[in-house]
């Protein structure tokens, strides 16, 4: 499989699933994922590119995890 970028529309407004970070990972079996790249979004963020220029062949399993950091300040 071949992956020339991979890109992510994210909506600034919607503050309950904004995430803050996104990390990529990819592998030959779910296993071996390593973490190819750990993008940060910003609250004005609309369309974030996770992988770009990519020019090998990637491994067959992948994942992309979000993570989404909410908090009250008293």
Known sequence: ???YSLKMKVE???T???PSLVR???GNSFS???ELV???ISSRDTIVTLLTDVHEVC???GRI???IFTFTLN
Do not use: F, G
């Open 12 to 14: 600034p407004s919607d």
């Open 24 to 26: 990529v990972s990819a």
């Open 59 to 61: 491994p067959k399993y």
């Open 1 to 3: 499989m071949l992956i």
């Open 16 to 18: 309950s699933y904004m």
């Open 65 to 67: 995890s979000l993570e």
């Open 32 to 34: 071996t994922l390593q």
């Open 38 to 40: 750990a993008v940060s």
